[in-house]
């Protein structure tokens, strides 16, 4: 795996490359309405809601990647070991949260737009659980990077997990990687992986447990590649992340008792995260190590997601 001087992972590097001068910047155009930003450029069209301060549809090609508007996700399917900590995640609707944006405002320059959103992550019933403010900066090759500012209020419990939730089609089902690998890995749980650069199936990173349950993140990841036949899908960090991609939804293994029970979703669903818990082992030994909780009253998290054409 290939490396920068200053200890980067090369292809991560690349991707992060701000490319202003790709395409005619006359192409650029944006929209509003009361509810909806729509930006677009030669090849693509993005469409943002105003409303939840998040992307409700990305084209490329005339090609539509969403299944569903994409998510901020602080829910994981609980493990066997969050049986204790699960009964305070359901106390705190975590499994029912969702955005809502407050202000939505954007700046148009020569090549770039800045979408900037303050957003409240709710639930019913519960006080804000979260604060976030996003810097969505789409650029004139269709390149999409944000930055997230999160200020979480400290009477909630620790989070199971912070990131972005997309619905891609189906027909994105296969997955490349620079991370810990082959085998699913957490913050607490990596040893038995080794930091490479993998590839496989969507299909192939479910962890096939006999009671349904949070399975197959990667973590330290540099890049994580989606592909069909024709398209990828690259998301990249300044700083590592990790990833979920799953034929099944979180609600779907939360919700069934047995393996034999799952459905698939008809979706590729991508999880890109900030960070998870770890996993622990409260089934039957102590609580989660206080340096494996998601815990923090204030973190940053910043994501570029862009499209490429397959050779």
Not at 68 to 84: F, Q, V
Not at 97 to 114: C, Q
Not at 239 to 244: C, V
Request: charge should be negative.
């Amino acid at each position: 795996m290939l490396e920068n001087k200053d200890g980067r992972n090369q292809t991560a590097a690349e991707l992060l490359e701000k490319k202003v001068t790709v395409g005619n910047a006359d192409s650029m155009k944006i929209e509003e309405t009361d509810r909806y930003l729509t930006i677009s450029g030669e090849n693509y069209v993005y469409i943002f809601n105003k409303l939840t301060g998040l992307f409700e549809s990305m084209k490329s090609r005339n090609k539509e990647f969403f299944t569903a508007p994409m998510e901020l996700n602080i829910w994981r399917a609980p493990t066997d070991n969050d049986r204790k900590i699960k009964l305070e995640w359901m106390n705190a609707h975590y499994d029912q949260s969702y955005a809502r944006a407050y202000e939505t405002t954007y700046e148009a320059k020569e090549g770039t737009v800045i979408v900037r959103s303050v957003i409240g992550l709710m639930a019913p019933t519960v006080q804000k659980i979260l604060e976030v403010k996003a810097d969505w900066e789409i650029m004139l090759d269709g390149s999409v990077t944000v930055k997230i500012d999160v200020e979480r209020d400290m009477e909630f419990p620790m989070l199971p997990r912070f990131g972005l939730r997309l619905f891609l089609n189906s027909e994105f089902a296969d997955v490349t990687y620079s991370g810990i690998g082959p085998e699913e890995s957490y913050v607490d749980k990596r040893h038995a992986g080794s930091h490479g650069v993998y590839r496989a199936a969507v299909e192939e990173m479910h962890e096939d447990y006999l009671r349904p349950q949070e399975n197959g993140s990667h973590t330290d990841c540099d890049y994580v590649k989606v592909s069909n036949d024709d398209q990828s899908i690259y998301a990249v960090g300044e700083k590592t992340f990790s990833f979920n991609a799953s034929v099944y939804t979180q609600e779907e293994l939360t919700d069934k008792a047995h393996s034999y029970e799952l459905e698939k979703c008809g979706s590729t669903v991508l999880c890109l995260d900030y960070a998870q818990s770890g996993i622990g082992s409260n089934s039957c030994g102590p609580e989660l190590s206080k340096e494996y909780r998601l815990d923090q009253k204030n973190f940053e998290f910043m994501i570029k997601l862009l499209v490429k054409e397959n050779n």
